[in-house]
Structure formats: C-alpha cells, structure tokens
C-alpha cells in the first residue's frame, strides 16, 4: 500500500466536515467508528475533527491553543459542528464549536464544546529558546505495539489499527499486570497508513496513549473532563514522541500532561486534561 | 485593622456581581482600578471575578477546570458579563461566561470568554495519590517583596498594595538587571488584608506573580492568551505557595505553568497559560 498523504488519507477523510449551504458556520459530520477505544469515541479523533472544523471556519487555519470540555459521551454516526467566530484578529482569531448528535426523536445533544484561538504557524519567527529535552524513549524498534507479544494492548479497538503506536516498555508494566506505580506513560506515535503528523493530527495524538493511571495500578475508566492542547510548531515529517505524566492523583481526579515531540527534536505540542478516576464497578 | 475575612474583604468586594432582574444569568459588574498592574487589569483578578460570577450562575459553586481567552484589554469600570449554562450533571455541571465592556457608543465590546467546569470540592473524595512536591522556597522572611530594598518589583501598580507577595530571591535576579535565564518564578502569596484563599481566590494566584519571562531575560510584555486552571483542593488558611515554570519560549509564544501549594501541603491549583512574548518597543 503506497503511504498515504496529508489531505489524501483515512484521518483527512474521517475528520471532513461538509459545510451546510443554508446555515453559516455550521458543518455536518459523521463520526467514524473505525477511532473508537472499546465502544468510546476516541476524544483525541473528536478534537481533532472539531480542530479542523474551526480551522475552515475561521481566517487563521492552524490551532493555537484548543480548550475542550467533554459533556456526554458521543457514538459512531452522523454529527453537527455549529461554531462561532469570537474575534478575528490579524495575528490570532478565536473561535468556539460545539458538537452535536441527536436523541431518538431527532433532538440535538451537545457533546462536546471547544473554545480556541487559531493563527498561522507558518508566520512564527524560528527564536527557540526552550530548555524542555526530548522524552528518553528506546529506539522505535524496542518498543511495544498491539501487535508485539508479550504486552498486547487490553481491548479490541478499531483506533489500535489506525495507529503507529509503540510505548516504551518500561511504561508499560500494567499490560503484565505489574504497574511501575508511575503516571507516566511514553511511545513512538503515528498513523498506521504512513500519513505524516500535522496540526490537526497532533490534537489527535496528545489523547491517543492508554491513560497514565493503568500505570498507577488504577484499572477503571478515566474520563476526560476538560482538555487544553497547545500547537507551537508544525510537526516535521515522520513519527512522534508522546511522553504523557501525571503528578497529581486526588479526590477522585487526576491531570494528564502531555508533550508531543517530532523527528527534528521540536516540541511541537503541550497539553492537559483534568480527568475523572472512577473506581471499577 | 483586623484581618479580612472570607466574604469580608477588598477581593470579595471587588469581584461581586450584581444579578440583573430582567435578564436571566447576566449580571452587572465594575472592574476594579486596585488591581492594575501599571495601567492593565490583572487577568487573574479578572479570571476570578468570572469564576465568581460562574460559581452562582451554575449549580455547583466551585471551579475544577477554567479557561479563558483573554480577546481585548479590559478597562477599569463598569462591565457586564453574560452567562449560559452548558450542561447540568449530577457531579459536574459545564458553563460559559463573557466579560464586555462598552465603547464611546454604549455597544458591548467582549473583554474575555471563559468556558468551565464546577463541581463541590468538598464532595470529593479524601484520596491523594500525588508523587508532586512543594516547591523549594524559602521561608517568607528571607523572600522579597515590592517593599524590600534592594529587589523592588519595577513599576508602579495597585495590585501590589492588595497582594502578599514575596518572591523567592534566586528568581528575582532580573529585578537588579541579572536575569537568570531560567524561566522560573516562585514566592509566597496572599491577600495584603488578611483574607484566607479559597476556590476564587486561587484563581487570582496563578496570574499574580511577575512573568518568568522576566527571569529569561525578556524586557517586553507577554499578553495572556489563554489561561486554563485547575483547582484540585479547596485551600487551608494561611499564605500559598505558587511556583510558575516556563519550559518553551518559541517562535514568540511561551506556555507559563503554575502550581500552588497550600499551607497544609497541598497542591491546591495548577495552571497553565499560553502567552506572547512581545518585543520590546
């Protein structure tokens, strides 16, 4: 199979919106079930269609920083983006988009809604002067997917075939039943067709890793309550390092802190989420 | 003069909203001019006047995870801010606020948007499973504030006569033209009269500290962006720690990460912000 291309692959395509002739800045959407997590829609995938929604509906193109706040649990079928512009700016333009499903009598269901402010990359000047480092992954080849015995990933999800996804096995001792006890959770990232990362894909990428708390012995589902991804550079071709860290487990709700880093050593994205631990049925 | 009190004092004043009677979920609001800082209004007094006024136009009255994007400067005097409610959950419930302020013409011009989720701090759970530690800061005597030769903060502002400030001196080097370089900023904080932090309050604590931008050597101002915090606990009585780090100054953005720490050795608070590095003029 010839590598698929930005613009020409199974994500470009799962996350198209189709702009509603007869209502401005609302967009009609179908959620793919080929990103779910068990039966859950990946919120990764759904941040990253509603990322691309607001970058056709707003001037600037390229997300900046992108608050999601989760509200009810969406499902594969047809969805309806209806979004906002807040402020157009010449450097930065906000905007806000809520996704909607409908109930058994056709009423809409809001699913998610994403405050987020846009801008042009490509316009950035190149001053880098992080001190952040590149996460100590082992090389791509001594890492672990789905498919590698002995630490298969739990659940079959149809997200796990779309995904480049190899974590550093000292991260993942839960999969042997052994948890480091650590939140951490770190991998080589991308998508399985070969398609290259970009601003979109990388919204994708900060909630594509198994949650931290598997690690910290926790077996229950962790929500996403709230997610902020911030873009600061587009990705350079080829895979991604995720390293995602939790430090604070409290109260029933822990943070998962997320750094994407590409293959020229950039850190290209930051994010947090707060979410909720709840205890196993 | 006695100590403030929760609900007593020149913040709660300062941040209360009036509800008007013939419009549901707006309410009238005058930005203080005593939280300047030169002639720009604190964004964390702004913040926390919006999670105030979100806290009584929602079912639940304390903050777990606030955004906001910070669209136009805000001015002192008169302001409205109009509230929706997103979704109602049983433990969580989502809402959305917009500060405007008036032109020459009267028209609403939006300040900020915020988008949030509230729950009860106190419903949760007594659980901590935290690996983060206090950050290392010295005891408030030996720290440094506005008042104390030979680091006093640059420029004339009000907020500093309302705030507890003493900042860790190993980050105060660019207050005597030796920045460290290192994009850190920690100290003590309070309220100057007394009153002990709560939910909003720690609100005002993640923007209050002079910028690490400061410390990185940086002469110009760095506008906020977006600002997402989380509160995680509700805050014992007595001064808060808060520690800000910036990892990655970049193509004229930089993220500044805030935790705050309360004096029962909880992490109370921890944010981030996205925020320009403007040149200097």
């Given amino acids: 199979m010839a590598q698929a291309t930005i613009g020409d692959s199974e994500f470009d395509r799962d996350?198209?919106?189709?702009?509603?002739?007869?209502?401005?800045?609302?967009?009609?959407?179908?959620?793919?079930?080929?990103w779910t997590i068990i039966h859950a829609v990946n919120g990764g995938y759904l941040l990253a269609l509603l990322g691309r929604t607001l970058g056709q509906?707003?001037?600037?193109?390229?997300?900046?920083?992108v608050t999601a706040h989760y509200l009810t649990p969406?499902?594969?079928?047809?969805?309806?983006v209806r979004t906002q512009r807040v402020r157009t700016g010449r450097t930065l333009s906000t905007g806000q988009a809520s996704l909607f499903q409908y109930d058994e009598n056709g009423a809409e269901i809001e699913r998610i809604r994403v405050l987020a402010s846009y801008g042009d990359?490509?316009?950035?000047?190149?001053?880098?002067?992080?001190?952040?480092?590149?996460?100590?992954?082992?090389?791509?080849?001594?890492?672990?997917?789905?498919s590698d015995a002995p630490a298969p990933i739990p659940g079959s999800?149809?997200?796990?075939?779309?995904?480049?996804?190899?974590?550093d096995p000292?991260?993942?001792?839960?999969?042997?039943?052994?948890p480091s006890g650590k939140g951490e959770m770190r991998g080589w990232f991308g998508l399985a067709d070969g398609r290259d990362p970009d601003p979109y894909s990388l919204l994708l990428a900060v909630d594509a890793l198994p949650p931290t708390a598997f690690e910290m012995g926790l077996t229950g589902w962790t929500p996403t309550v709230e997610l902020t991804a911030h873009i600061r550079c587009r990705p350079a071709p080829g895979p991604l390092r995720v390293s995602i860290t939790t430090r604070n487990l409290a109260g029933g709700f822990l943070e998962e802190d997320a750094e994407v880093w590409d293959s020229a050593d950039r850190l290209v994205a930051q994010s947090r989420q707060l979410a909720r631990a709840l205890r196993t049925p």
């Fill in 74 to 80: 969406s499902a594969p079928g047809p969805a309806v």
């Fill in 15 to 34: 996350t198209a919106v189709t702009p509603r002739e007869d209502e401005d800045g609302v967009y009609d959407a179908h959620l793919s079930a080929g």
């Fill in 121 to 146: 990359l490509d316009a950035l000047p190149d001053d880098v002067r992080t001190t952040a480092k590149p996460p100590a992954i082992p090389p791509i080849e001594h890492c672990l997917g789905p």
């Fill in 170 to 178: 000292t991260t993942l001792g839960w999969a042997v039943g052994a």
């Fill in 57 to 65: 509906a707003l001037p600037h193109a390229d997300p900046f920083s």
């Fill in 157 to 167: 999800s149809a997200i796990t075939e779309r995904l480049m996804l190899k974590l």
